[in-house]
């Protein structure tokens, strides 16, 4: 093998600093920083205190392969005016990360809330069944219980229900729904 490395000449050896990683931040490490100054600077921007609101990430993998970023905000305090404002701040943070990195659509491969919040938090309890509602479906009234009926007879209430333009006693042929003249 070497007599025909010899005459054939053979490649020059890679040296091992090339092979190496360079030792500067890598691709995913510099995305993991953007996403971090978007959620900073997000939070400070609408004076939300960065202990309520961490920031977990992770690295993924999309559909096609490529390496991403996942981000995952712990929400830390449960007070009321944070919780209903998460939609919207997950949005800011989503779009102050479109402008530090425009390319982020690509690679930010989306945000999950998980709460974790104290043990001696008091949680709200739960309302009753009806307070999830439409408003109009509750002000309706409730239908009346109907007994059980036989297959004839709820037919028979069907086919006596039906709009009359589904009535046609003489089966005739179809006719046209709006009136051509053919004179």
């Known amino acids: ?31 993991a920083q953007l ?7 997000t939070l400070r921007r609408h004076g939300i205190p960065e202990q309520w609101l961490a920031i977990e990430l992770s690295s993924s993998r999309d559909s096609r ?3 991403g970023v996942h981000s995952r905000i712990v929400v830390r305090n449960g007070d009321a005016s944070l919780v209903v404002h998460l939609p919207q701040i997950l949005k800011l943070f989503r779009e102050r990360l479109l402008k530090l990195d425009q390319s982020s659509s690509q690679w930010h491969h989306g945000a999950s809330l998980r709460f974790e919040l104290p043990e ?10 009806g307070f999830w509602r439409d408003p109009a479906e509750a002000a309706a009234p409730a239908a009346p219980k109907q007994e059980s009926v036989d297959a004839k007879e709820w ?5 006596a229900a039906a709009a009359p333009r589904h009535r ?16």
């Open 1 to 31: 093998m070497s007599f025909l490395r010899h005459i054939f000449g053979a490649p020059a050896p890679k040296s091992t600093s090339a092979a190496r990683q360079p030792t500067g931040l890598g691709v995913t490490a510099t995305r």
């Open 35 to 41: 996403v971090r100054m978007a959620h900073r600077d």
């Open 65 to 67: 392969g490529s390496l």
């Open 120 to 129: 001696a938090h008091f949680f709200q309890p739960m309302p009753p069944v």
């Open 155 to 159: 037919l028979d209430r069907m086919f």
């Open 168 to 183: 046609h006693a003489d089966f005739s042929p179809t006719q046209p729904m709006y009136g051509h003249d053919n004179s």
